[in-house]
């Protein structure tokens, strides 16, 4: 599925952000959607992921209450809402898609950079 994330950018402290991925040439009604996040020297790390439906989600402890998952199968969409932004949420973040019945993500967008300062 091939994904294409959007939405990045730089931001102060206590901002919002939106982020989309999009998906083409495939409905995305059959994968878990996530997206995860790398700043520089640490490792990629999950922030958010929603089930085929959006009945369901997780969202990190670090970002909880703060960033919202959700997704439109219409639009062959999905989104990370993320307010209060702080500096360390600096990162790179990427959308990826996990094929109901795997336990992996397999498919993964470019990535977009969003920047926070203090």
């Known amino acids: 599925v091939p994904l294409q994330a959007c939405g990045g950018g730089f931001v102060q402290a206590g901002g919002s952000l939106r982020l989309s991925c999009a998906a083409s040439g495939r409905t995305i009604s059959n994968y878990w959607m996530g997206w995860f996040r790398q700043a520089p020297g640490k490792e990629r790390e999950l922030v958010a992921q929603?089930?085929?439906?959006?009945?369901?989600?997780y969202v990190a402890d670090s970002v909880k209450g703060r960033f919202t998952i959700s997704r439109d199968n219409a639009k062959n969409t999905v989104y990370l809402q993320m307010n209060s932004l702080k500096p360390e949420d600096t990162a790179v973040y990427y959308c990826?898609?996990?094929?109901?019945?795997?336990?992996?993500?397999?498919?993964w967008g470019q990535g977009t950079q969003v920047t926070v300062s203090s």
């Open positions: 990826a898609a996990q094929y109901y019945t795997s336990s992996l993500y397999h498919y």
């Open positions: 929603i089930t085929r439906n959006g009945g369901s989600t």
